[in-house]
C-alpha cells in the first residue's frame, strides 16, 4: 500500500496567517496516463469531509483562492494564505493513483 | 446537484452482520466509481474499497476483502456496503463518496455492542 505521510499532524494559527501543510508519499504518484491524483479535502468538525484541491494544484468549484496546492511524484504542499475562522478542522490528503489511501490528517486550530 | 443519501445509524450485536445504503441523484450513476470509506471516533480516514457502478467490478482493500461486500443497482442510483461478523472494531461511521472524492455522503454510524 501506498503510505501518505502529512506533516505536521497539528497545526495552530492565527486568523489571517498563512499555512502549509506536506504530504509525503512512499511512492510516486505519477499515473501512466501522466496525472497525479494527489488531492486535498478538509473535514470541518461533525461534517464530511469535502474536496479542496484535485490533480495536485487545481482548485474545486467554490472553493476560496487563499487555497493552493502544489507539488509531484512523493512531495506535495498545501497552503493557505490567510487562515480564516471557517478553515479549522481536519485536514487529509489523498492518492488515488494507486489503491486509494489517506494521509493521517493535519488538525488546524486556532492559537 | 449531485447528493448521495446514506441509510440512517445502525446498533448492532457482535457477530451478525449490517448493509447500509448509499442513494444517488444529480448525475449519472454509472460516470464515476463509488468508493467506501470508514472514520472510527475521533480517528483518520480508511479506504474500504470502490465498485464500478456500470458493471459491477469491485477492488477491495486487503483488510476489507473479508469484512465488506460492495453492490450496486443501477435501477435505483443505490450503492450498498455489507459489513459482516461484526466486532468492536467495526463501530465507526462509514462514508460513500463519488466523482474522484467530490462528493460525499452524509455518513452512517454503525454501533456493534451487545
Known amino acids: 500500500d501506498v503510505v501518505l505521510t502529512q506533516t505536521p499532524p497539528t497545526l495552530s494559527a492565527t486568523i489571517g496567517q498563512s499555512v502549509s501543510i506536506s504530504c509525503r508519499s512512499s511512492?510516486?504518484?505519477?499515473?501512466?496516463?501522466?496525472?497525479?491524483?494527489l488531492h486535498w479535502l478538509l473535514q470541518r468538525p461533525g461534517q464530511s469531509p469535502q474536496l479542496l484541491i484535485y490533480l495536485v494544484s487545481r482548485l474545486e468549484s467554490g472553493v476560496p483562492n487563499r487555497f493552493s496546492g502544489s507539488g509531484s511524484g512523493t512531495d506535495f504542499t498545501l497552503k493557505i494564505s490567510g487562515v480564516e475562522a471557517e478553515d479549522l478542522g481536519v485536514y487529509y490528503c489523498v492518492q488515488g493513483t494507486h489503491a486509494p489511501t489517506f494521509g493521517g490528517g493535519t488538525k488546524l486550530e486556532l492559537k | 446537484e449531485v447528493l448521495l443519501q446514506q441509510s440512517g445509524a445502525e446498533l448492532v450485536r457482535p457477530g451478525s452482520s449490517v448493509k447500509i445504503s448509499c442513494k444517488a441523484s444529480g448525475y449519472t450513476f454509472t460516470d464515476y466509481y463509488m468508493h467506501w470509506v470508514k472514520q472510527r471516533p475521533e480517528q483518520g480516514l480508511v479506504w474500504i474499497g470502490r465498485i464500478n457502478p456500470a458493471n459491477g467490478n469491485t477492488v477491495y482493500a486487503e483488510k476489507f476483502k473479508s469484512k465488506a461486500t460492495l453492490t450496486a443497482d443501477k435501477s435505483s442510483n443505490t450503492a450498498y456496503m455489507q459489513l459482516s461478523s461484526l466486532t468492536s472494531e467495526d463501530t465507526a461511521t462509514y462514508f460513500c463518496t463519488w466523482g474522484g472524492f467530490a462528493y460525499w455522503g452524509q455518513g452512517t454510524l454503525v454501533t456493534v455492542s451487545s
Open positions: 511512492q510516486s504518484l505519477l499515473h501512466s496516463n501522466g496525472n497525479t491524483y
